[in-house]
């Protein structure tokens, strides 16, 4: 099991980013675009254009890991640049999107009111 998230501070960069960028053109884009610090533990969440591929960067003691996932069906749920720059996600935010699942309105399963 890989830990990804050690933090709570859990960042989706907002509008489309070019996937093609490595572990410095994404810090570089932190720092740059979105005025954060890429070291500070944080971590940051990118999409590709099309929607199936996302990046995750983050920052431990011992340097940068980047996580990258693609779905084979369907798109990751994405905030548009004209809302904000970043958007700010909790840890149960960050599994249901790595998930594939709309993380801003989960849709909750009935619970059965009898056992069995």
């Given at each position: 099991?890989?830990?990804?998230?050690?933090?709570?501070?859990i960042y989706l960069c907002c509008g489309y980013t070019d996937m093609r960028n490595g572990i410095d053109g994404l810090a570089r884009l932190v720092q740059q675009a979105f005025s954060l610090?890429?070291?500070?533990?944080?971590?940051?969440?990118?999409?590709?254009?099309?929607?199936?591929?996302?990046?995750?960067?983050?920052?431990?003691?011992?340097?940068?890991?980047?996580?990258?996932?693609?779905?084979?069906?369907?798109?990751?749920?994405?905030?548009?640049?004209?809302?904000?720059?970043?958007?700010?996600?909790?840890?149960?935010?960050?599994?249901?999107?790595?998930?594939?699942?709309?993380?801003?309105?989960?849709?909750?399963?009935?619970?059965?009111?009898?056992?069995?």
């Amino acid at each position: 099991m890989i830990t990804v998230v050690p933090t709570d501070r859990i960042y989706l960069c907002c509008g489309y980013t070019d996937m093609r960028n490595g572990i410095d053109g994404l810090a570089r884009l932190v720092q740059q675009a979105f005025s954060l610090d890429p070291h500070t533990g944080a971590v940051f969440c990118f999409r590709g254009r099309k929607g199936h591929i996302i990046k995750v960067l983050a920052h431990d003691e011992q340097g940068f890991a980047l996580f990258t996932k693609r779905l084979t069906d369907g798109r990751f749920v994405w905030p548009t640049a004209r809302d904000q720059v970043t958007v700010s996600l909790s840890k149960a935010d960050l599994a249901l999107l790595l998930e594939g699942i709309d993380w801003r309105a989960p849709t909750r399963r009935s619970r059965p009111t009898l056992a069995g």
